[in-house]
């Protein structure tokens, strides 16, 4: 993850989307899930990334809180025009003013939900990419720019195609820095997650009572900004958006031999409820562990926000 040694790439896998908000699938989002190793995550998905997250889908923790599905877009190229169209999609019916406010704010870093402009979504890729790019031995940066591309792709189409209460992308920046004033506001961002409502059956069964589930995937931390407790805020400020959308479960994937991205999750209050079975390493995949967090929140009080 983020947090994470380099060595541990996380664009995690299996996602579905739900019912209510299941949009159909681009190639440019199946060329980046290509990449991860599952199922592209839909509209209101979103694949995971460096550290731990993975797919899942989701079913309504507050059954009344669905929300009618968006008319389909088509999914735009990471171009321009695409990116231009993609912030101004995003921008309808929203009111705008909150996502310059912090989530949290954690050892220096404030988190926030990303801004729908090209030069800020255009960062969101380029962290993304880095973290889990594999270098190859010929033509690395003609690979690497075509991957950062597909990611781009594949953002801008959940942006446009997700509706603001089932998807967010949220980024980590210095809140308290010197070299602010010299930045531009997407230059400060040095990690990412994404999170998505699903409501998958098979992770349901862990989930007392709920509908749904607020699922963290794609978390990355620029290398050189790892292990100073960016990936922690990160997480802090999932649970912050969890709260907000009224869900009681955050749920996230790690594999079961990345022992640093699952050491950060189970000090972040996770735990392990289940596994991959152990034919997926007969065809060369890596072992998930599937790890969830009930949040300290009671129906009474979830009912009144």
């Known amino acids: 993850m983020a947090v994470l040694p380099a060595a541990s790439p996380l664009f995690l896998p299996h996602q579905r989307l739900s019912p209510s908000s299941r949009p159909g699938r681009c190639p440019a989002c199946r060329g980046v899930a290509a990449v991860a190793g599952a199922p592209r995550p839909a509209p209101s998905r979103t694949g995971g990334v460096h550290g731990g997250g993975g797919g899942g889908a989701k079913k309504s923790l507050l059954s009344s809180r669905r929300r009618p599905r968006r008319e389909g877009l088509l999914c735009l190229p990471a171009t321009e025009e695409g990116v231009g169209a993609a912030g101004a999609a995003s921008e309808e019916g929203e009111d705008g003013g909150d996502d310059a406010e912090y989530l949290v704010r954690e050892a220096g870093w404030g988190v926030r ?116 407790k960016v990936g922690t805020a990160l997480l802090k400020a999932c649970e912050a958006l969890g709260l907000q959308w009224r869900h009681r479960f955050m749920v996230l994937r790690a594999y079961e031999d990345d022992e640093g991205a699952r050491g950060l999750y189970a000090k972040a209050g996770y735990r392990v409820v289940s596994r991959d079975p152990d034919w997926v390493t007969w065809v060369g995949r890596r072992r998930r562990v599937l790890m969830i967090k009930e949040l300290p929140v009671h129906d009474n009080l979830m009912e009144q926000q």
């Open 113 to 228: 939900r990303m801004g729908r402009v090209g030069e800020e979504m255009r960062r969101v890729a380029q962290v993304q990419a880095e973290a889990f790019h594999v270098p190859v031995a010929l033509f690395d940066d003609f690979f690497f720019d075509f991957f950062k591309a597909e990611v781009l792709s594949a953002l801008i189409y959940r942006v446009r195609k997700s509706p603001p209460d089932r998807y967010a992308c949220l980024v980590a920046e210095e809140a308290e820095s010197a070299t602010q004033l010299s930045q531009a506001p997407y230059e400060k961002i040095v990690g990412v997650v994404d999170c998505t409502v699903q409501d998958e059956g098979d992770i349901l069964k862990h989930l007392q009572g709920a509908d749904e589930y607020l699922y963290v995937s794609g978390i990355a931390v620029l290398p050189s900004f790892r292990r100073r």
